[in-house]
């Protein structure tokens, strides 16, 4: 069983830059990838990024590469999603979750366990 709480998310202009965490309870988070979500009103949930348990691999959305950096310190069972150059589209609630198999499916139905999200408004 591993529980997942995001924190880091607000309000910030077009432009600008958060951080989000994600901080994970249970001895085994070091054994799943993890993966950042977002969901916006209206819409789908769908895939940001996502991060193997070494932190070897990484994967992005065509939307958020170039912008969004996902990186993992398994000694805090944290997951990070820095945001920089964050536009008005990004505005969603974001979730992390965990994969007990590879990050390359980036299907939702792949993870098991997922947080409660944060929310990210990014204004125009």
């Known amino acids: 069983q591993v529980q997942l709480v995001e924190s880091g998310g607000g309000l910030v202009q077009a432009g600008g830059s958060l951080r989000l965490s994600c901080a994970a309870s249970g001895r085994t988070f070091s054994r799943y990838s993890m993966g950042w979500f977002r969901q916006a009103p209206g819409k789908e949930r769908e895939f940001v990024a996502a991060?193997?348990?070494?932190?070897?691999?990484?994967y992005y959305a065509d939307s958020v590469k170039g912008r969004f950096t996902i990186s993992r310190n398994n000694a805090k069972n944290t997951v990070y999603l820095q945001m920089n150059g964050l536009k008005p589209e990004d505005t969603a609630v974001y979730y992390c979750a965990a994969n007990p198999s590879a990050p390359d499916d980036r299907r939702p139905t792949r993870y098991d366990y997922w947080g409660q999200g944060t929310q990210v408004t990014v204004s125009s």
């Open positions: 991060i193997s348990w070494s932190g070897g691999s990484t």
